[in-house]
Each structure stands twice: as structure tokens, then as C-alpha cells.
T-cell receptor
């Protein structure tokens, strides 16, 4: 009965490769997010989708592309991976319309670029 | 620009030694202030939401309070299992309603 799940948990890859991270929520929420947590544990918003519409698009390299096939899923595709992309990526979800908009986080995906 | 500062960066307490964590913020209209707990290798776990100055919320040994400029997370008689990083985030009323997180307070409670 995991609320927000992400796959994979760990991702180790070479520079220049393309990879994807998947996120699913079963909370019935309408808004999903991608965050990046750096080595100093600082959490920064990257993207957000509300009902499959992109509503937050922070200053992120265009090698990062989010895709939301439906309200329960949000994927993150990263092209041409660089060393600086190494971090932990968290997915989160919230109920924005008619809800308290409290965000609930997934377990994270640790990406290591060699 | 919305901003969140947490202090101290790290805190070591003996079991049973009560203390408080601080979250100072500047935001153009507060929609909500959120406290999370993060254990190593895991995602942030929601603790509390505070909406207006004067509001207080409690859960077990934790109590969160809010003023117009800061929030405190009071930990009463902590236990080793309370060891974690505590994160504070604010959500403003303008723009995209995104969360702005602080850098967290790493709490270690010694038995």
C-alpha cells in the first residue's frame, strides 16, 4: 500500500547515457512533483504537473524532460547525463484542488553518474 | 524572494534533554509552513502543516509553533529514535505555490 513509489531506487550509469526514473502515486492526488536533493541535503523543486499540465518548470537544463501520462504517474527522463546530475531525485504528490496541498514524498532515486 | 533559514545546522542532545529547532522565513503571503522528518536514505516524511501565526500542532514528543517570521519545532524528552534531519518548507500565496525548503537541522539524540 505504498503511497508514492519510485523506480529504480539506485541508478548507476556512465556520462553521456540517457536514463529515466518513474514515479507512481495511489493517493488520488492531482499534482505531482520532481525534486533534486544535492549532497548537502538541499531539496529543490524541478518540475510540477497538475492534472497532466506542467505548472512548475524551474531553471533546469533542457536535458531533463518530465512526462505525465496520467494523474497518477510522473516520469523524469534525463538525456546526456553529466557528473553534476549525480544526486537523489524525489517524487512527491499533493491534492491541490479542494485539498490542503500537503506534499507526500517517495523514497527517492539515488543517481550516480560515473 | 521567498526564503527559509533553519538553525542550528546540527544538534546533539542527550536522551530526555528537550530543545527547539528554528525555521525563519520570509514569504510574500504565507499559504502554509510545513515540517518534515527525513531519515538517512529515505524520503521526507510529513509531520505538520501550520497556516497562521499563533497556530500550534502536536504529535507525540513534537510540537510545532508559528509566528509571522518563524516557526519552532519543540522536542520534549527526545529519544534516540527521534534522530533524523528535520526540514522546514514554506509555501507562498503568489505564483506557483511551490515549496521553498530550508537546509534542515540534523538532530542526533544520544542514549
Amino acid at each position: 500500500d505504498t503511497a508514492v513509489s519510485q523506480t529504480p531506487k539506485y541508478l548507476v550509469t556512465q556520462m553521456g547515457n540517457d536514463k529515466s526514473i518513474k514515479c507512481e502515486q495511489n493517493l488520488g492526488h492531482d499534482t505531482m512533483y520532481w525534486y533534486k536533493q544535492d549532497s548537502k541535503k538541499f531539496l529543490k523543486i524541478m518540475f510540477s504537473y497538475n492534472n497532466k499540465e506542467l505548472i512548475i518548470n524551474e531553471t533546469v537544463p533542457n536535458r531533463f524532460s518530465p512526462k505525465s501520462p496520467d494523474k497518477a504517474h510522473l516520469n523524469l527522463h534525463i538525456n546526456s547525463l553529466e557528473l553534476g546530475d549525480s544526486a537523489v531525485y524525489f517524487c512527491a504528490s499533493s491534492l491541490r484542488t479542494g485539498g490542503l496541498d500537503t506534499q507526500y514524498f517517495g523514497p527517492g532515486t539515488r543517481l550516480t553518474v560515473l | 524572494e521567498d526564503q527559509v533559514t533553519q538553525s542550528p545546522e546540527a544538534l546533539r542532545l542527550q536522551e530526555g534533554e528537550s530543545s527547539s529547532l528554528n525555521c525563519s522565513y520570509t514569504v510574500s503571503g504565507l499559504r502554509g509552513l510545513f515540517w518534515y522528518r527525513q531519515d538517512p536514505g529515505k524520503g521526507p516524511e510529513f509531520l505538520f502543516t501550520l497556516y497562521s501565526a499563533g497556530e500550534e500542532k502536536e504529535k507525540e514528543r513534537l510540537k510545532a509553533t508559528l509566528t509571522k517570521k518563524e516557526s519552532f519545532l519543540h522536542i520534549t524528552a527526545p529519544k534516540p529514535e527521534d534522530s533524523a534531519t528535520y526540514l522546514c518548507a514554506v509555501q507562498g500565496t503568489s505564483g506557483t505555490y511551490k515549496y521553498i525548503f530550508g537546509t534542515g537541522t540534523r538532530l542526533k539524540v544520544l542514549a
